[in-house]
């Protein structure tokens, strides 16, 4: 382990012992904001550069937002944790040749935008007022938590014919467990860190580890799923996947892969063609 996260593990279970409330509130803030922001990659500037830069407003953060094309036919991009919209790069030609609109979004915290955090239901809202402005989208792809966002937002509003989960998170009480397992925190420390997500953070959302999660109520979210994971993802596991398979049956698609772990599933080509064939499938290819 990092010599620095050694010592917050060691700090706040220490702490827990005499203070455990203090402690909570401690991994509270670690939780939701990220450490750092992703920086933009060489590889991605000049794709990046040719976007229409535009933005909107969640919860008084200013949120930057990237559209390749007119608008028409918008295939809305939705970024992981710590993450950018800028690396979808790779799909945006691709999608462009289609006669797509590609749409993405710095979520507040991240990349250009403003704020220190973000929260699914900013996701959802994101992806609310992007359709408001561009329309129903011809399908969503989406990366890690941005999954869980895409499938609340479906549930919740937003319309899209297709969507893509690229090595997606389906269970929102995986987030804590997950966090407090990475930093080796006790149990006293994850009780009081769930308990503020729970009654802090979303006070007013019933029972959210449930509301939130991807596989609630799949009847409510009629659309093709193509689901993308890697056998060997150390950060999201592939039961994640098999999740969603076994809650929305014949209407989704799994293409499990190997060797190519969280992050690199996003830019590896095989998964790029696929991706883009399961959008273009069954729509007219404009020229």
Request: charged fraction near 25%; aromatic fraction near 6%; proline fraction near 4%.
């Amino acid at each position: 382990m990092d010599p620095a996260l050694a010592l917050v593990r060691t700090a706040l279970n220490s702490t827990s012992h005499l203070a455990p409330r203090a402690a909570g509130r401690a991994a509270f803030e670690l939780w939701r904001h990220p450490l750092r922001r992703s920086a933009l990659r060489p590889d991605e500037r000049e794709i990046h550069r040719q976007a229409a830069v535009d933005e909107l407003t969640v919860n008084g953060k200013r949120v930057q937002v990237y559209r390749w094309g007119d608008g028409a036919r918008p295939v809305l991009l939705m970024h992981g944790w710590r993450s950018r919209a800028s690396r979808f790069a790779g799909y945006v030609l691709r999608l462009r040749a289609l006669g797509l609109t590609p749409v993405a979004f710095d979520a507040p915290g991240h990349g250009a935008s403003g704020g220190r955090a973000t929260t699914v239901l900013e996701y959802r809202e994101i992806a609310r007022q992007l359709q408001l402005r561009y329309g129903d989208f011809e399908a969503i792809v989406a990366h890690s938590l941005g999954v869980l966002g895409a499938f609340l937002a479906l549930r919740e509003g937003v319309r899209a014919e297709r969507l893509v989960s690229l090595a997606g998170v389906s269970e929102f009480t995986y987030l804590p467990r997950a966090f407090c397992a990475g930093l080796g925190l006790n149990a006293a420390v994850e009780r009081d860190l769930r308990h503020r997500i729970e009654h802090d953070l979303f006070a007013g959302t019933e029972n959210p580890w449930q509301h939130f999660d991807a596989a609630h109520r799949p009847q409510e979210i009629d659309v093709r799923i193509l689901v993308v994971h890697d056998e060997n993802d150390d950060v999201v596991g592939l039961d994640h996947a098999h999740r969603l398979k076994a809650a929305y049956g014949d209407r989704l698609d799994l293409l499990v892969t190997r060797g190519l772990g969280h992050r690199r599933i996003v830019t590896e080509p095989t998964v790029l063609d696929n991706v883009v064939g399961f959008v273009a499938a069954g729509r007219e290819i404009v020229t």
